[in-house]
């Protein structure tokens, strides 16, 4: 049965009667009291990243369920660090893995991760896209360096020495650490932004000196001279609509999706389907996952994530089972800034998941 919307039955005695339940994350955690009251024979978690935090609701009513068999099912058991995989142990196995204490050295802490790693792994089975799909056309991967102009070096250097000046004098001020890491974030968005398109902080600022605008020109022609067709993602909405109204005055069909998209399936199969429609805008957030857009073999990030597996959800949106061309994923970086930062912490992150997944 599915227990899921507005009208769906909360008597314990229909589920009981039922061989097999489907619900969401969000469902059950509105109905935890009362799927937490009964005996599952297995329960199995889907896109199990949704509970790579053990504090949230959705990994709290998930462990609520008493079952007597547990499987997780998720392509990135590892997004930020060890801690995601703890969490998702402390489902599967409770007391199984632990966190290093605090009194350990670095040294020994690296030695207890790869510990920890080393027993989760005899636990996971892992299949690979060409196990899976041998037919899928291969994916390649670029970088592309922009080099931003006077003009926007300029205002991504003003906004660094402000975010600089902020934090120095709230630091002064006393104000205590949360505070000050909350205001590093806020200034560390800001910074992302110039580098992604200054018009999202400032009106005024001219589009033909967005160093990542001139680069997206070049591939959307390119890829319209060679019939390719364009997946455009970004973790800024302001960035995406920017992009929608520069299509609009080129003369470009476009096709958009962000959370505020009601009727995802229905633009999602207006694009696999008519052809003449080259570029797809689509949020990180609201679009990275659940979606089959093999109209497009080339997808554009627009701006890079803290996250690596993030990324590699939202391009296998066009690279899955039903694509037969070669997809290229370009990740456009505003060369000398933040982003480069970014770069770095993919990398580190990505080390972490090989490392597991060697493992097992």
Same mark, same amino acid.
């Given at each position: 049965m599915r227990h899921h919307g507005p009208s769906r039955n909360k008597e314990a005695h229909a589920i009981e009667h039922a061989d097999l339940v489907i619900t969401s994350y969000g469902t059950l955690r509105q109905d935890s009291d009362l799927l937490s009251a009964l005996d599952w024979s297995v329960v199995l978690g889907d896109e199990a990243q949704h509970i790579k935090n053990r504090r949230t609701k959705n990994a709290k009513s998930l462990m609520s369920l008493r079952s007597h068999g547990r499987f997780l099912l998720t392509g990135t058991p590892v997004e930020n660090s060890? %801690? %995601?995989?703890?969490? *998702?142990?402390?489902?599967?196995?409770?007391?199984?893995?632990? /966190?290093?204490?605090?009194?350990? #050295?670095? !040294? %020994?802490? #690296?030695?207890?991760n790869q510990r920890q790693t080393a027993r989760a792994a005899a636990y996971i089975l892992r299949r690979t896209k060409k196990e899976v799909a041998p037919e899928l056309p291969d994916k390649i991967e670029k970088t592309f360096f922009c080099e931003l102009g006077n003009q926007q070096s300029r205002f991504?250097?003003? /906004? *660094? !020495?402000? #975010? $600089? $000046? %902020?934090?120095?004098? *709230?630091?002064m001020s006393g104000a205590n650490a949360g505070k000050v890491r909350f205001a590093a974030f806020t200034e560390l968005l800001r910074l992302r932004q110039a580098c992604v398109d200054p018009r999202i902080l400032d009106a005024d600022y001219p589009a033909k000196q967005s160093a990542k605008l001139g680069a997206f020109d070049e591939i959307l022609e390119e890829c319209v001279d060679s019939g390719s067709r364009i997946l455009v993602f970004s973790s800024f909405v302001s960035a995406l609509k920017l992009l929608g109204e520069h299509l609009e005055t080129q003369g470009h069909k476009y096709c958009y999706l962000d959370g505020q998209t009601r009727n995802r399936l229905e633009v999602c199969d207006q694009f696999n389907q008519d052809v003449s429609i080259p570029v797809f805008l689509i949020s990180l957030k609201a679009g990275g996952a659940g979606l089959n857009l093999t109209g497009a073999d080339t997808v554009v990030h627009y701006d890079p994530w803290w996250n690596p597996a993030a990324e590699a959800q939202a391009t296998d949106r066009a690279h899955r089972i039903g694509q037969t061309r070669v997809v290229t994923s370009i990740k456009l970086i505003a060369a000398n800034t933040v982003e480069e930062k970014v770069l770095e912490l993919q990398a580190k992150k990505a080390e972490i998941l090989k490392e597991l997944f060697e493992e097992s």
């Open positions: 060890l %801690d %995601d995989l703890l969490s *998702l142990f402390a489902f599967l196995m409770p007391g199984y893995l632990s /966190t290093a204490p605090s009194s350990l #050295t670095q !040294e %020994d802490k #690296t030695w207890h991504y250097q003003d /906004t *660094l !020495e402000k #975010t $600089r $000046r %902020d934090l120095f004098n *709230l630091e």
